[in-house]
């Protein structure tokens, strides 16, 4: 079976803490996805790899950064948390050689 | 741009009832992917199908049915006999076609359709 699997479901942070999402596939899958999902706005894309150490901005990017230092590794972070990131995060993994992700099961993050 | 659009926020339907979630895009691309991904209470996406831009033959899973037309932009899913553990929030996405070194997969996704499912 595919296995995504997403460090926290739940986490709470205080404002103006550094936050750490981390995101482990075992499908030695090339490409990495962080999403973030809100009420009515959908999916929307923050961060994508494809590779060890690259990175792509997505529609998104601001008030994030991102780390892959190893393939099944991807690591979403927030160098200083907003109420404007509560959100729930999702992480996605694709290979080059076919269309599609598959995905974790979120971590919903509650900033106060 | 690439655009995804599912206009119906929220559906209500009685159990047995035929339940039809409307997706329209907004490509330049002439080829490319569409998807529709179920997101149950749990909250993990789970895959449903994937569509190829070439391939317009209707497909049928089961109780579930997708009607791809490119005419009109549209990829409408469709449950039969719907279920209270068809009850998630479904969404659609659109890709460029795959497979070069520099593809990356990337999806974009609706806004999602809620659909509730009662007993």
């Known amino acids: 079976d595919v296995k995504v699997t997403q460090s926290s479901r739940y986490l709470v942070k205080r404002t103006g803490e550094k936050v750490f999402l981390e995101c482990v596939q075992d499908?030695?899958?090339?490409?990495m996805f962080w999403y973030r999902q809100d009420p009515g706005l959908g999916l929307r894309l923050i961060y994508f790899?494809?590779?060890?150490?690259?990175?792509e901005k997505g529609d998104i990017p601001e008030g994030y950064s991102v780390s892959r230092e190893k393939k099944e590794r991807f690591s979403l972070i927030l160098e200083s948390a907003s109420t404007n990131q509560t959100s729930m995060y999702l992480c996605?993994?694709?290979?080059?050689?076919?269309?599609?992700?598959?995905f974790g099961p979120g971590t919903r993050l509650t900033v106060l | 741009a690439q655009k995804v659009t599912q206009a119906q926020t929220e559906i209500s339907v009685v159990e047995k009832e035929d339940v039809t979630l409307d997706c329209v895009y907004e490509t330049r691309d002439t080829t490319y992917y569409l998807f529709w991904y179920k997101q149950p209470p749990s909250g993990e996406l789970v895959f449903l199908i994937r569509r190829n831009s070439f391939d317009e033959q209707n497909e049928i899973s089961g109780r579930y049915s997708w009607n791809f037309q490119k005419s009109t932009s549209s990829f409408n899913f469709t449950i039969t006999a719907s279920q209270v553990v068809d009850s998630a929030v479904y969404f659609c996405?659109?890709?460029?076609?795959?497979?070069?070194?520099?593809?990356?997969?990337?999806?974009?996704f609706g806004q999602g359709t809620t659909l509730q499912v009662k007993p």
């Open positions: 996605a993994h694709s290979s080059r050689q076919k269309t599609g992700q598959f």
């Open positions: 996405a659109l890709s460029d076609l795959e497979v070069s070194s520099s593809n990356t997969g990337k999806l974009i």
């Open positions: 499908m030695d899958h090339e490409n």
């Open positions: 790899s494809y590779d060890v150490k690259m990175k």
